[in-house]
Structures are given as structure tokens and as C-alpha cells.
């Protein structure tokens, strides 16, 4: 397998745990847990930097992070 197979895989392997990981409410290990506590994190950061109204893209992520963005109304 060719070294940019090999980061396709792993690369769809981990964004399918991420979107399991962030669905689940309570998370069941500790690393679904870490993943979720520094989403929250971010989005904290976010949240007391970015004054109200303001629109922000982020063109290389397009998950949970900024669909939870447009859900606060930034």
C-alpha cells in the first residue's frame, strides 16, 4: 500500500471515530472524552473573542466545530 493510501485510511479512520465520538452525549473513553472537552474548549476561545454578528469561514474544516458555530449564530 502506497504512503498516501496509508494516510487516506488512517485520515477516514479517524474522522469517522471524531463524528462518532462527537454524537455521543456522554462519552464512553477517555479519548472520546478528550476529543469532546477540547471541542468544547475551542469553541469557548471562540465564543469570547468573536464579537456577536460577525461571520467567519473556516475553508479547510467543515465539521462539527463550525456547524456548532452557526447554531450560536456566529
Known amino acids: ?7 487516506d ?7 469517522e471515530d471524531w463524528a ?3 454524537s455521543d452525549p456522554k ?3 477517555l479519548s472520546a472524552q478528550n476529543l469532546v472537552s477540547r471541542r ?3 469553541l469557548e476561545m471562540l465564543e469570547a473573542r468573536v464579537p456577536p454578528g460577525i461571520r ?6 467543515v465539521g462539527p ?10
Open 9 to 15: 485510511e488512517l485520515f477516514t479512520k479517524t474522522v
Open 40 to 42: 468544547r474548549f475551542a
Open 27 to 29: 462519552p464512553a473513553t
Open 20 to 22: 462518532r465520538f462527537y
Open 65 to 74: 466545530l463550525s456547524k456548532s458555530k452557526t447554531k450560536c449564530g456566529r
Open 56 to 61: 467567519f469561514t473556516a475553508a479547510s474544516y
Open 1 to 7: 500500500m502506497s504512503s498516501k493510501a496509508q494516510v
